[in-house]
């Protein structure tokens, strides 16, 4: 649990994490005290999780019941779509800033490499009345992340680090064109069915980090019922989702999300696993390349590519 991974701001981030989408607010609180008293120090939420008043709240009382300081957690955010017109862009920040009410953020990110109308309300995907998205193509990520920038150097003592959520290597190809800071970080949705070495690799070359989310693959998961996955899990002593996370701790930070508290604790018990067991995992993607979260942005945004 004490494992980290360096960030390119110096500052190092947890290499487990609580991943709280669809984590309800009611359960939420729940989730967060288990794991920061099992040992989590990263929690990541969102403002389209619409949960961020509950998750800050639920670590200012965990840090409190467990004698922790502030600088002992690492808080992750993530900007939503309607605020990415470079105008808004503060709005939004300071929007989660004050619903987490944590002193500071140690990281936000461009939640989608896309950006939606504001006209259209603050959550979800909505459509225009002729059916279509209502995407704005004309704000471009590159315009996005010049205005997060100078968000980021003009409020530094309340946020750390900032990054992206959901890129692949042609978005960054752009982006990497004219931005002045490299994102800290690339969260994206990495498992054994979409491990994502490429993207892993490029990313590596530029000094962004990569975290993982889904790295169960979601909700109602098929990786869970994986036979080779049982196979090295019984093997061990451990469950599917142990050696599911066991594999990807050890490649980029991960953010496996659970309500359940026993589930929240046995996700934080990993173990080492030989090269052999890696590399059975690292080669499950050519027959069982999956990748389960795949909104309807009506554009395209992922390379279709599980390798
Ligand atoms: P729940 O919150 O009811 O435990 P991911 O982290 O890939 O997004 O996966 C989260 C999904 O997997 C959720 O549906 C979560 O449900 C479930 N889950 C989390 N931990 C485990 C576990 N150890 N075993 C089985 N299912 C799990």
Redesign the pocket.
């Known amino acids: 649990l004490n494992k980290v991974y360096k960030l390119n701001t110096g500052a190092t981030i947890p290499a487990i994490g609580l991943?709280t989408?669809q984590?309800p607010a009611g359960e939420v609180e729940t989730a967060i005290k288990t794991a920061i008293a099992a040992g989590y120090r990263h929690i990541d939420t969102a403002f389209g999780y619409n949960n961020e008043v509950e998750v800050g709240k639920a670590i200012r009382e965990a840090l409190a019941e467990n004698g922790l300081e502030r600088k002992d957690i690492f808080v992750t955010t993530k900007l939503w779509p309607t605020f990415f017109r470079p105008e808004k862009v503060a709005e939004g920040f300071q929007i989660s800033y004050d619903r987490l009410d944590i002193e500071y953020i140690d990281l936000i990110l461009l939640h989608w490499p896309v950006a939606l109308s504001p006209e259209q309300g603050p959550v979800g995907i909505p459509r225009k009345a002729d059916g279509t998205r209502d995407v704005e193509t004309s704000v471009t990520p590159s315009i996005t992340w010049a205005a997060l920038e100078k968000l980021y150097e003009s409020n530094k003592d309340k946020l750390k680090a900032i990054g992206v959520s959901n890129y692949s290597i042609p978005i960054f190809e752009d982006l990497l064109k004219t931005a002045k800071i490299v994102p800290a970080v690339n969260q994206v949705e990495l498992?054994p069915y979409n491990p994502q070495q490429k993207l892993l690799d490029y990313c590596e070359s530029k000094g962004i980090h990569v975290t993982a989310?889904?790295?169960?693959?979601?909700?109602n998961?098929t990786l869970?019922g994986d036979e080779t996955i049982s196979k090295i899990a019984s093997a061990h002593d451990k469950?599917p989702?142990q050696i599911i996370l066991s594999w990807g701790w050890s490649r980029s930070s991960i953010?496996?999300?659970?309500?359940?508290i026993e589930?929240v604790k046995?996700?934080a018990d990993l173990i080492e696993l030989s090269a052999q067991e890696i590399q059975q995992i690292n080669e499950l993607h050519k027959t069982h390349g999956k990748r389960f979260i795949t909104p309807d942005w009506g554009v395209p945004v992922f390379d279709e590519d599980f390798e």
Request: no cysteine.
């Open positions: 991943g989408w984590a498992h989310y889904s790295p169960l693959g979601s909700t998961s869970l469950t989702a953010l496996p999300k659970s309500v359940k589930r046995a996700n």
